[in-house]
């Protein structure tokens, strides 16, 4: 079956850090993949996509998700993390002919001011 | 475009009774989804219509849910004899195949506890 697994669950960092949080999925085929972060208090939001070409991709609020296909990983980067960052991040799958997405469990960020 | 909407938006329950969930897409999105999220998971998926056609149940889904988008615009999600281990968030996402690259937005929420 497939799955998406997230290797932390929570994060703690200082402003200004770098911020890498992983994403791992098992599907050999073609996949889209995503980044989703929840603010406290509110709803999922798309933050980046990769759908096909340039591996690297870029999101809003200068984040960044690497994927390579021979680790089956789409990483989530931002070189320097604010406060305002602090949330929940998702990464999610849909693979093949499969519509529906598979999701990680999620990551919680938190950044001390 | 005002986003996806869901009503309400919590819903506190006994166990044993019904309810009933609404979700409003972004208009003209032809995908509609539903997802339950609890604690500490991402969501999981439970099913999607394409227009108000039901495409796909997961198997998350006993024969207490069931769900509807009649005119292929909004979606109600019903859970009867409601039960403490459905307590969750039940989300909704919409999506448009146009273009052939799908994303889905979500809308807020429902979140519901069964005492």
């Known amino acids: 079956a497939q799955s998406v697994s997230q290797h932390n669950h929570h994060v703690i960092l200082s402003e200004a850090a770098s911020l890498e949080l992983g994403c791992n999925y098992s599907y050999g085929g073609t996949v889209n993949l995503f980044w989703y972060v929840q603010y406290p208090g509110q709803h999922l939001q798309l933050l980046l996509k990769y759908f096909s070409g340039d591996p690297l991709v870029k999101g809003i609020k200068g984040f960044e998700a690497e994927f390579i296909k021979s680790k089956f990983s789409f990483n989530l980067r931002k070189p320097s993390v604010q406060w305002s960052d602090t949330a929940e991040y998702f990464c999610a799958v849909n693979a093949g002919s499969n519509y529906q997405l598979i999701w990680g469990a999620g990551t919680k960020l938190i950044i001390k001011p | 475009d005002t986003g996806v909407s869901q009503d309400p938006r919590h819903k506190i329950t006994k166990r044993g009774q019904n309810v009933t969930f609404r979700c409003d897409p972004i208009s003209e999105h032809n995908r509609l989804y539903w997802y339950r999220q609890t604690l500490g998971q991402g969501p999981e998926f439970l099913t999607y219509f394409q227009n108000e056609a039901q495409l796909e149940k997961s198997r998350l889904l006993s024969d207490r849910f069931s769900a509807e988008r009649p005119k292929g615009s909004f979606s109600t999600l019903e859970i009867q004899r409601t039960e403490q281990g459905d307590s969750a968030m039940y989300l909704c996402?919409?999506?448009?195949?146009?273009?052939?690259?799908?994303?889905?937005?979500f809308g807020p929420g429902t979140r519901l506890l069964v005492l």
């Open positions: 996402a919409s999506s448009s195949t146009l273009g052939g690259l799908e994303t889905q937005y």
